[in-house]
């Protein structure tokens, strides 16, 4: 997808088997995961979720591909804070780092209004959306102006495109989480999930 000033590349889907394949469960409830990766280029370079530290290899070849190397990239955003999102944030020690509700340079840690509902403002066209349930500190990231309208790159207040009531299952307020949901299906117009394919929102 292609914005005024630059793009949304899809890097990897991810895969969560607990939402796709019932079978796919132990009997002790264990699962696979592994998160959704996106590449957003434009003013800033800006990685959402670097995936697990089993992406690592995958990664750095996928970025390679682009002509890109960990310290090309400006921001990292970590929409929370599962090993399946943030395992490889090591690679990116000169971004800037968000994660949850904190940004930080190195070790030092900037002021936020996220945990006040306030956008973090990273260029015109990219900012950080505070968007909580999943857990207490979830954050999405609104690309505006792409040719697909605003995107929402949502880490897992969507699991999946089909993920219907079964978020619940793995949410630490699903009260809450359904508020943020519900305000994403009101503004944005394709949200790129934490486990699968992105999906168009149809409105009336």
Not at 76 to 88: K, L, Q
Request: some cysteine; proline content about 4%.
């Amino acid at each position: 997808m292609c914005s005024g000033t630059g793009s949304v590349s899809l890097l990897t889907a991810g895969t969560d088997l607990q939402f796709r394949n019932v079978s796919s469960w132990v009997a002790d409830g264990t699962f696979r995961a592994d998160g959704t990766i996106t590449l957003l280029r434009g003013h800033k370079t800006v990685l959402v979720d670097t995936g697990g530290p089993w992406d690592r290899d995958f990664l750095q070849v996928t970025l390679k591909e682009r002509g890109l190397e960990p310290k090309d990239i400006d921001v990292v955003v970590g929409t929370h804070g599962h090993s399946d999102h943030i395992g490889n944030l090591s690679l990116f020690s000169s971004a800037v780092m968000i994660v949850g509700y904190d940004i930080s340079e190195g070790d030092t840690y900037r002021p936020t209004q996220l945990a006040e509902g306030q956008p973090y403002v990273i260029d015109e066209h990219v900012s950080v959306v505070p968007t909580p349930g999943h857990t207490g500190q979830d954050v999405s990231v609104q690309v505006k102006g792409t040719s697909a309208g605003l995107v929402l790159v949502a880490g897992d207040l969507f699991e999946c495109c089909s993920d219907e009531d079964s978020w619940r299952d793995v949410s630490l307020n699903p009260a809450v989480q359904e508020l943020s949901r519900q305000e994403a299906l009101c503004t944005a117009d394709l949200i790129i999930p934490g486990h699968g394919l992105p999906f168009r929102v149809f409105r009336d």
